[in-house]
């Protein structure tokens, strides 16, 4: 028999691993579409490797990053399959038949796609037919219990959750089931941002790029929502962007970090990046909890500090296994430093087999001072450069004291006045030519006098700078004073009236926003339909915008949903089914967002109570007769949705308590192992024993023996405040856009 050469086994195992395109291509019935792009891209690195390993028998002083350079357009994503390539040599768990088969049900859920294969995990797309077929992305791996207990105690909009987790006896796997929020991520960004070597100067190749790296054809029409693209991306440029990104990452670090945990592992590919250009953190799996420890030491290189680098390489029997949040900075910036440079500041990792030294050289390596950011993408501001180059400090001490210091700083970036330092720095030979003009036509102080703004504009910059600040009360005193000296300027309105909606004062804020007579722009649209949605007797004007604004943009879930929520406003739930309809679209375009299905639920059960109405008022059998089955269909659908809600995450208890109410008041019956299962949760969610006493208050059971031992083991306290329902479902206006377009000369 012919010997197999060492390593071919694991080469032809990979590209089967990653490669799963080829059999979802030849499907004439395949559930989802593989773009072509991503065909493509597939090929060729799949070639690549095999190049590589050919190469790599020949010439042993061949480095991965060299050979990488060779494929510019994939640079990254080579460089990561040759890392895997690396590390599945000698690991046979990875060739084990115990990983789901594409088109195959495994724990309920049914695999379409493989989107990516790891060193000790792989991902699928999936759908999961218990709850309607929803799109999900699942993490497959012999031991991911740990990730998914990290990730489930998170809940931020720049974080991937996770709705579930489920064990497989048979095989040892555990499969982490998380929404798809899209297959591309930082490293695509780069790739496609410098595949020309020199930095991107537009903010659309964000968009671009996300787009572009989009496994699923159709997805991302199916989910962007145009509307709702932070301003920076589509209309700033790239710097700004980046910065923009930063604060988002940063921001979920920093609500990480207050909840005891460190990510440990932040590289760009461990950053998704939606079609609409938010930035999520995923791959927790080494993340540490401060309180208990790390469960595993590890680490990309490029990415690590060096007391992370010591941690795991060096020294690992002495390592401080609660990590510093500070070390997460470094990494982050790190990031930063590669997106707006193109490069790594202390270069690729060393090209040696043994990881301890390439340890000890990469660590030499960080001794160097970085490159200045400057030098390598002059469009980047020296106060940005100088904080990147403190977030790179090799000691902690000497980086931000925490991300959401980090936070502040970046922010700081986006003020009115270092938008005009930074102009004035780009455009220094337009700013010489004016100061040569005018000296020779007028003295300084006739020209500052001459060409002072107005009043009126002085004191909207000035208001603009606080808004950007967040000094609300201090923008509305400068807004006051340019709306006095114009009250009709429709830039005034909007200012003073959006700074009312920061301030909670939405009935005092639609009284300017109403009053603005051009509403062109679909961010001042909205802003006026989300303070008439909570202005008593200006609902229909609510209707009207969100109906105008879902009309142009009718992939937004939640402008669909606001839509659902005027419609709610109508008197006496005469429009409970438009709510409805409106969404069940605002799903159809999001399928696992909970807030919908809440919304829904009530909705419905509002539906039911109208018909309710109407069959008392009513001596027409045949009316009757509908409107009942009318309320029957209602009420099934009330539960329907109301049960997919709590399945779509913790168990939260304003969802808990509307299950109850709808369960037991109007479920076709009283008594039933579901509604028993719900009080279950209320004690688990903390609901009071007096709020529980009330839900139970009206029904025959509320005497029996279950009951009271609920009763007994609930704990006594305050009744759990609620929310208004414009609270629980009415989204706002995008605040870091306003700011955006707050800081547009209010002439032009």
Known sequence: MKEVPK?????????????????????????????????????????????????????????????????????????RLIDVYDAMEGQPTLDDENWPELFSEFLGYQILHELGVGAIARVYLATEAALGGRLVAIKVAQEGGYEAETLGKLTHPNIVPVFSVKHDEETDMTAVCMPYHGSATLADLLEIGFQHGAPPTSARVILDAAREREQIVDFVESVSDSRHIDLVLSRGNYVDAVVRLGIQMAEALAYTHERGILHRDLKPSNVLLTPDGVPMLLDFNLASDIAAGAQRLGGTLPYMPPEQIRDVHLQPFEAELAGDPRSDIFSLGVILYELLTGKLPFGDPPACAAPRQAA????????????????????????????LHNCLALEPSQRPASAADLVGELKKYFSPRRRVRRWTSCHRGLVATFVLLFLSTASTAIWHVATRPPFDIRQ????????????????????????????????????????????????????????????????VLECVAYSAAQTPGADVIARTHYRRLCESTPQSATLRLNQAYSYFLAPHYEMSGQAANQAKQAIAIRPNWRPAYHFLAIANRNRAILAERKIQGSRDRTRIDFETDACQRAIEDAIQFIDIALELGDDDALIVRDAIKIHSTIGPEVDTPRLRELFEKAIRCGLPRQEIQSLGGKVPWRDSAWFASVLKRSQVGERIPSPSLAEQFLTPPDYHSVEFLLAVDPRE
């Open 460 to 523: 909207y910059i000035a208001g603009a700078d606080d808004f950007h600040r967040e000094r609300l009360q201090d923008a509305l005193e400068h807004f006051s004073a340019a709306l006095k000296v114009n009250p009709d300027s429709d830039a005034y309105l909007f200012a003073h009236g959006v700074t009312k909606l920061r301030l909670g004062a939405h009935q005092d804020a639609y009284s300017d926003l109403k009053r603005i007579k051009k509403l062109d722009d679909p961010l």
């Open 360 to 387: 000890e050289e990469f660590l030499a390596a960080q001794q160097q001072v970085p490159r200045s950011v400057r030098d390598l993408n002059p469009t980047v501001s020296s106060e940005l450069a100088r904080l």
């Open 7 to 79: 390593g071919r086994s694991t080469r032809m195992a990979l590209p089967s691993a990653t490669s799963t395109w080829r059999r979802a291509a030849k499907q004439e019935h395949a559930p989802v579409q593989i773009s072509a792009g991503h065909l493509e891209k597939e090929q060729q690195l799949e070639n690549a490797l095999d190049e590589y390993c050919v190469l790599r028998e020949q010439d042993r002083s061949l480095t991965v990053s060299r050979f990488c350079d060779r494929y510019p357009s994939y640079r990254l994503s080579l460089r």
